[in-house]
């Protein structure tokens, strides 16, 4: 069960590039029906969370972006589809599984080729945090980043925890990719993520306790204030990109919170020339 963890992020790619991709592509111009997108995306997560409790696992290489960035609870980093389908296959037997989604949001970006996912899962007694980006190309979903953590109360010990094997240099950024890397640098000024955030009420954190939840920008402001406010950062990014269509964007970076190092990934959405942050997800390494 080592890459049982894996499961959300290929049946996530795979609920979303399934043989329904035409109803989950939004219409094309103007007239985008943003909330239907997000619905249906919603509805497809759900169904292959169903093929996910029975072990279907076939169809997972066409549904996952190449270059896919996948974050694991472990400290594990990949950075190709191959390598996270080669985990899956060793790791995550084809019998029947017990998952709970606690919390799955599907909000689509403006235009409806990209999309932000969170959720809370139970997976055969383990508790998971889940945040996605998701990209549509020729009316197909599929998975671009995804950051898979354990709460604090249910992580490894330190002993059994496996380290990653290497952890990717920031590959070479451009424009809006390397000005969001930027942002996250930004970090190590007291505030500087709770000012960050998007004026919306879908905005979401989780942080690294089995507690440290909160959405919309009151929830979230008290957390950070009491949490983080005054807590010294030290946030060096190691990967970030932009969605085809550059609606949202991400940044994965590692950080010293008092002393105590955690991994964090960044969603952030368009606003006019500026990116504003949308999930706020971070983890104990």
Known sequence: MRAAWLAPLLCLATACGGGGASRSDAPRGPRVDLGRASADAAALVNEIYGDLRRGYLDGLQNVTAPAVLVLGPGG????????????????????????????????????????????????????????????????????????????????????????????????????????????????????AVLDQFAPRDDIQLFGPGARDSAAGPRAIARWWKKNRQSAPMAPTPFNAGLTPDGALGWVAADIQVDGSPERHFAIFIRKGKSYRLLVSHAATR
């Open 76 to 191: 594990e980093v990949f950075t190709d589809r191959t390598a996270v389908v080669l985990a899956m296959g060793r790791g995550f037997p084809r019998k029947k599984h017990k998952l709970r989604s606690r919390g799955l949001e599907v909000v689509a970006a403006p235009g409806g080729k990209s999309a932000r996912v969170t959720d809370s899962l139970d997976l055969d007694g383990q508790r998971l945090r889940l945040s996605a980006v998701l990209v549509s190309e020729d009316g197909i979903w599929t998975v671009a980043a995804l950051h898979l953590s354990r709460p604090v109360a249910d992580a490894l010990p330190t002993a059994t925890a496996s380290a990653p094997a290497g952890k990717p240099q920031l590959p070479p950024a451009t424009g809006a990719a390397a000005d969001l890397a930027e942002l996250v640098r930004t970090w190590s000024k007291p505030g």
